[in-house]
């Protein structure tokens, strides 16, 4: 019960990186135009990495060392947006979810 409820965590994780890329792209446009590019730009950008060397059926297999790093890159990145965009707390906290649940990940031996 513990790995898919942990597993469950992590899409919503993914999911809330992916918008606070996008709401920090938003804001830092200066036009409606360039809201609408970096609102986009940003999160496919996130999406590409995650999905060329993080998600379970990546294209290209990195080490372990390599996949955690990214994975940790992507998420202090959204952190720090979310903390622009929002608040420093909202940024921690989204860190903080994201490290718990990237031990839980890796103790019960579950990494997607």
Known sequence: MLVPANLALRFLLELAALAAVSWCGWELGSSTAARLALAVVFPLAVAFVWGTFIAPKARVKVSRPVWLALQ?????????????????????????????????LLKLDSVP
């Open 72 to 104: 940790i890159a992507i998420f202090v990145l959204a952190a720090l947006a979310l903390a622009v965009v929002w608040s420093p707390w909202a940024g921690i906290a989204l860190l903080l979810v994201f490290v718990a649940n990237l031990l839980l």
